[in-house]
């Protein structure tokens, strides 16, 4: 069983910024990506950005520029530092892990941005 234990959300001002991260436990075997995908109400969930276990990352288009992916293997810990705020940013951001053993899923957290 894995877990992925997520802080780091809350309300913000438009143009502040917030640090989400993530931590995964338990029996992990081979992780190939970490990442995070947001869910706005009545929206699908999309990714944010994630990040290979090489260093390789990927962005959503609307956050290039804005937001930092960053990854400790050691520590199986992925972060998102998310800067320039805006309230489209506004959604439940989702952790997530791949591997060779399974895809998992955080319970997720709250970022609120205000205008």
């Known amino acids: 069983q894995v877990q992925l234990v997520e802080s780091g959300g809350g309300l913000v001002q438009a143009g502040g910024s917030l640090r989400l991260s993530c931590a995964a436990s338990?029996?992990?075997?081979?992780?190939?990506?970490m990442g995070w995908y947001r869910q706005a109400p009545g929206k699908q969930r999309e990714l944010v950005a994630r990040?290979?276990?090489?260093?390789?990352?990927n962005y959503a288009d609307s956050v290039k520029g804005r937001f930092t992916i960053s990854r400790d293997n050691a520590k199986n810990t992925v972060n998102l530092q998310m800067n320039i705020l805006k309230p489209e940013d506004t959604a439940v951001y989702f952790c997530?892990?791949?591997?060779?053993?399974?895809?998992?899923w955080g319970q997720g957290t709250q970022v609120t941005v205000s205008s």
């Open positions: 997530y892990l791949g591997s060779l053993g399974g895809n998992y």
């Open positions: 338990g029996s992990i075997f081979s992780i190939i990506v």
């Open positions: 990040i290979s276990t090489g260093g390789d990352t």
